[in-house]
């Protein structure tokens, strides 16, 4: 299968501003890239950071992708043209001291594709760098467009729960958990928390998502609602683990407002601002916290599993599957909180 | 050993003003309360939070205390009249899930002495409330003059820097640890940190400090010094693990710049304001944070283990043993930090 010379892809141009245009098509540049024929490209929420920002334009964007290979660098070993194929959002490298210690999110030489530097995967076709310690096989017992959730959003999801597992040191299912934010990233938090803790509670300011929040298992609530029963739960504690998915500085101040003392706050989200923390509450609660981005090939198996086992209520949680050509209308309605997840399909 | 009528204490008149008092002595007020005569009350850096505070005066200020104890109320069944104990600056129920769970600071009805609900012990008589639960015998190997260091900076020197270990899901004796701050007990992190990191630097703004920091085992610099030598060390990416022992809005600022990717931050210090944090920086370095106050009965076996290898060094740790009548003098230097360790003798 050759790559054509040019191909569809959708390009940032401005704020809140996206074109689907004809741009060229991408060419092996290193040993270790490969090119991948996109069948599926998500729309993600971390998206947004850019749609929104005030960063350089003109780049293809998108960092979630299933497809086929289709060219390989000499390098490459561990997968070959035809191979079906999922992409971690963030490439890695998988020899450096940081990849080792499982931190493959901070991979000095690795990128979050989807920016200025290095052209996303919402197009025809994509080149993914370090492709034999960035890529995944798509396994045959797992449609095609539920495993574009582990591209990001389900690592990350099952990560933050995880990781406030972690914080607290303890791996008994037992205790109360928050998930606050009830996008798609939280809702995947929640199915992975319901495997974790005894009860888990989500919030979120746009009520309608509390809905999905209740199928995928939490005890949803507008916020007010959760402050008074949490703390009939809890003998007015507070939760063992409260999971922010946001990324706002008022998601954060939430959080330590619904933490117990000795609690554990774990954040996924991706923040970008100064966060003023109530620095008598972060002593007097003697809480612990975990920020920053998912290391997707580190939790991937554990993510999979939480897939695997839950196949059918995700099998209903990408609402869009539409054109490249639509993307400035799929873009407007999830930035404005009136879709849930998305997938283009070049 | 009959307690008298009344005894001179030192009492909080005002900000900045410590007058030392004939008061009324302390009586048992519940049946696990004992009344220890004071041998040797510390001056602790957290006491300078009310010393500079507005909060209500008028009480005897103190929580380091060795003593025998000369009374005991009728539920205490571990001490008795006699026993020579030393104990933990913020007492505790043992009973409580907290308690349980090891989090004895943050027992609900656990208090820290010191304060207008609770007479302090820079006094000649002390009431200490839930004995049983709060003392700890003073062994006979140790000096009382260093078994003071028990009651609070000692273990809450080593818990800052086990609570590091603990974060980053650790336990080689490896890596590079900063800590921040130079008090004593910023000292007593320096040496527990000694026994669990490869290299241990040390700062403050207070440049006299560094040389005891050298003393305890701490590569100790000014602050421009350090990040440039640390970044030397460490191929640019940071600490392991930074150790905040100041207890202010800047040295968190600090610490998160000192942070390598993916490393950890614990802190010991009191804060009582909003701590600014750069929301970008928590997410880009995916850092693991811990805050609040130590529960001295959980890592007590601990520290006393680093007391016992280290008495030589920790001999010369008390630099003044003064009389309650010196108490404002030795605040105000103390305030001043130009004077490090020093107890009161009643």
Known sequence: MAVPKTMKA???RGRLKVNTEEVPAPEIR??????????????????????RGEEPYGFVMGHEVVGEIVETGSAVKKFKIGDKVLSSFCTSCGECSNCQAGWTARCPIGTVPGQPSIAGAQ???FRLPLADSTLFPVPDDIPAELMLLMADILPTGFSVAMNARMLSGKIETKGVAVVIGCGPVGLCAITSATTMYETVFATDLYIPRLEAAKRHGAIALPLADLEEELSKRTDGQGADAV???VGHPSAMVTAMKLARPCGVISSCGVHSREIGLDGEMLYDKNLRLQFGRCSVRTYYPYALEILRQNQELFSTFIEHK???DQAQEYYTLFEQNKIAKTVFVP
Not at 39 to 51: I, K, P, R, T
């Open 30 to 51: 290193d040993p270790r890239d490969v090119i991948i024929k996109v069948s599926l490209a998500g729309l993600c929420g971390s998206d947004l950071h850019q749609y």
């Open 123 to 125: 197009a025809e076709y």
């Open 322 to 324: 539409v054109s490249l």
């Open 243 to 245: 999971l922010e998915v």
């Open 10 to 12: 959708v390009v940032l």
